[in-house]
């Protein structure tokens, strides 16, 4: 496995490719356009060609930056999609929305207050962006997928930071989605981040969300029928600022655990899950002063069967990495840097190179790129190349998928300053190129991306978050 990094700073991309033995070969960086402040990135095969793609959101040049990956290293030039002017592009993710077999994104647009839609199409490109209000002046700030109401079809879940809740669209099938749906996730809670799992193994998906302002995380347990009911809150600190969370079994226990970045505090949380209690221990470990974390990624970088943490290090301008150790147990070790001034703001993890390690992906929303770190499989990076997602882009979420069904993955980037989606097409050997951009409007502030099949055409389409507009977009990728 290899390492993404999004670096805001330095508007850029790293990757980290994997040797196999836990180590990495030196960064790959991607630009991601001037100014583009790369806040959040995803890693998936956006083309079904097999090899990893990289999505980014470029939050100052409002737009998503997506990378097709090419194999052998290399990425098509990145292709952007813009989002719309002031949209503010913060998270992006992927899903198929109108089950067309193609992957579509979905964006959280903090600017304007919207979450964008864009469907995927056989041809490696994306229909028109269809957006969705999420409330007027909500700010959404993230994204996640699921169906929430047992019909097996996808629906879209976008924190609202302002509005202190969730917002819940019910997904037709075709790429349409239901009246919004808004539940609370508690008074003062500023949710940033939301994760979707069964929680209680009831078989039903219930959502956690990491709320900022309260300095806890809360599940919302679903009935499902798309309905949610507020459930406990769980402590992250006084002060700590949680900002983003992950599920995984840490412990080899029977349930689920949530490890959990706190901004404030430059710390990460392990809550561990337990048969007759719900997250009754926690352990935290310092990712380093003033690092103030912004988002995480979990995989066995070193190949040992034992889950480990990569957190994207906004304030020290760095890729922090924990090991995993037996018992839940973690070591933090290096940390990489994605350039002075960079901001990494999201980081995804993907094979880009073909040789079965991790590699890295991050979006630079300071200095608008994104940045491949590859791995060499012992739990070492190097950073390998950086794209350009554009001008003033300000990139933040980025998304991993096979855009143009070559089994390559490809990357969608969310550009909060240019308000635009940026796609790049991957080559399979950790490099990019093909660079597209899809327009979102002005003040769209894209801010959270996710794609999905929305019509069932096995095309990927795209939902994004519009924090600007309060609204969601979609594009629908066509044939």
Request: hydrophobic residues 40%; negative net charge; contains cysteine.
């Amino acid at each position: 496995m290899d390492i993404i990094v999004a670096n805001s700073g330095t508007h850029d991309i790293g990757i980290f490719l994997g040797y196999g033995n836990g180590s990495f070969a030196t960064m790959i960086r991607y630009y991601t356009g001037a100014i583009s402040d790369m806040i959040a990135m995803v890693l998936t095969d956006l083309n079904n060609d097999g090899r990893i793609d990289i999505m980014v959101a470029n939050y100052a040049t409002d737009n998503i930056g997506i990378l097709l990956g090419l194999g052998k290293l290399t990425f098509s030039t990145m292709i952007t999609y813009p989002i719309g002017y002031v949209s503010r592009p913060l998270f992006v993710t992927i899903g198929d929305f109108d089950n067309d077999d193609q992957m579509d994104i979905v964006v959280a647009n903090f600017g304007s207050s919207t979450i964008t839609i864009f469907l995927g199409y056989e041809n490696e490109s994306f229909a028109a962006q269809v957006s969705y209000s999420t409330g007027y002046q909500s700010w959404p700030v993230g994204i996640t997928v699921g169906d929430f109401n047992g019909d097996n079809q996808l629906d879209i879940a976008a924190s609202n930071y302002n509005m202190n809740n969730v917002a819940i669209f019910i997904g037709y099938g075709n790429g349409t989605f239901a009246p919004v749906m808004i539940f609370s996730t508690g008074d003062g809670s500023s949710p940033r981040f939301l994760q979707a799992c069964d929680f209680n193994n009831d078989g039903i998906l219930d959502i956690a969300a990491a709320n900022y302002g309260t300095n806890n995380i809360v599940v919302i347990f679903g009935f499902g029928d798309g309905t949610f009911l507020l459930g406990i809150a769980y402590e992250t600190g006084i002060g700590s600022g949680p900002t983003a969370l992950a599920i995984g079994n840490f412990d080899n226990g029977t349930r689920f655990d949530i490890v959990v970045i706190n901004e404030a505090t430059s710390t990460i949380c392990i809550f561990f899950a337990y048969d007759t209690e719900l997250y009754a221990g926690v352990t935290s470990y310092r990712m380093g002063f003033g690092s103030q974390p912004h988002s995480l990624a979990i995989g066995d970088l070193n190949n040992d069967s034992r889950l480990d943490v990569v957190v994207a290090n906004y304030g020290t301008d760095n890729v922090g990495i924990a090991i995993g150790r037996s018992h839940g147990v973690f070591d933090i070790t290096i940390a990489y840097s994605t350039g002075v001034g960079s901001a990494p703001y999201s980081v995804s993890l993907a094979d880009f190179n073909n040789d079965n390690q991790i590699d890295i992906v991050v979006t630079n929303s300071e200095t608008d790129n994104i940045a491949i770190l590859l791995g060499y499989g012992n739990g070492t990076f190097v950073i390998e190349a950086t794209y350009s997602t554009g001008a003033r882009s300000r990139p933040y979420t980025i998304v991993v998928s096979d855009f143009n069904n070559d089994n390559i993955p490809d990357i969608a980037i969310a550009n909060s300053g240019t308000n635009n989606i940026f796609l790049l097409y991957g080559y399979g050997n950790g490099y990019f190129g093909n660079e597209t951009s899809y327009a979102l409007g002005y003040g769209y502030r894209p801010y959270s991306i996710a794609i999905k099949d929305l019509n069932q055409d096995s095309w990927v389409d795209i939902v994004i978050a519009c924090y600007g507009t309060d609204h969601v977009e979609t594009l629908i990728k066509m044939c």
